[in-house]
């Protein structure tokens, strides 16, 4: 199976989650990691398995990642399994109660890859995922390396 994970990472947590989930996959994967700004798009020609992540900011991808989504030709990914993930502040540890709902109301950066990698033919093989940060640049909550590790399991049995 041929597996393409691409993040973004502007503090190293989603780049530690996405390092945690390429670990986790086995030989058989093939994975290989990158960094967004070093994909071309050439890349998701031939894949099995497109996995794609950022932080949130602004409820949204980063532009990079929102970018390269744009750059993948309609139906691209026809035939590929996809997934999608992304780090965002864990709303227990944001203390106004105003800021959370905002938080909470205005969505994650995962979905809104989920739904463009299905829009380009890809077939969603899990529900978008989140990993939390305590803060707004980290570091990751506990167990969440491990959730990840979990989860690249998961995404490749489906
Ligand atoms: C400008 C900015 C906007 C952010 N917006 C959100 C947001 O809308 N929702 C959220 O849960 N976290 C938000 N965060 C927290 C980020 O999700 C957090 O910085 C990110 O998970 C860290 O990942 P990284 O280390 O890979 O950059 C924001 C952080 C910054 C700096």
Do not use: C
Not at 17 to 34: C, D, F, M, R, Y
């Amino acid at each position: 199976m041929k597996t393409l994970i691409v993040y973004d990472s502007v503090f190293g947590n989603t780049e530690q989650i996405a390092q945690a989930i390429s670990n986790s996959l086995g030989p058989k994967e093939h994975v290989e990691t990158l960094r967004v700004h070093d994909v071309k798009i050439e890349k998701i020609t031939g894949l099995d398995l497109l996995i794609v992540g950022s932080p949130t900011r602004g409820f949204r991808p980063t532009k990079a990642i929102t970018n390269f989504l744009k750059r993948i030709p309609s139906n691209g990914l026809k035939g590929v399994k996809v997934a999608a993930f992304d780090t965002r502040i864990s709303l227990s540890d944001i203390k106004s109660s105003v800021l959370r709902t905002i938080v909470k109301i205005g969505g994650y950066a995962a979905r809104s890859i989920a739904n463009r990698l299905k829009k380009n033919g890809g077939n969603l093989t899990m529900p978008p995922e989140g990993f939390l940060v305590t803060g707004e640049k980290g570091p990751l909550k506990k167990g969440e390396i491990e959730r990840a590790a979990d989860w690249a399991k998961l995404v490749i049995k489906e």
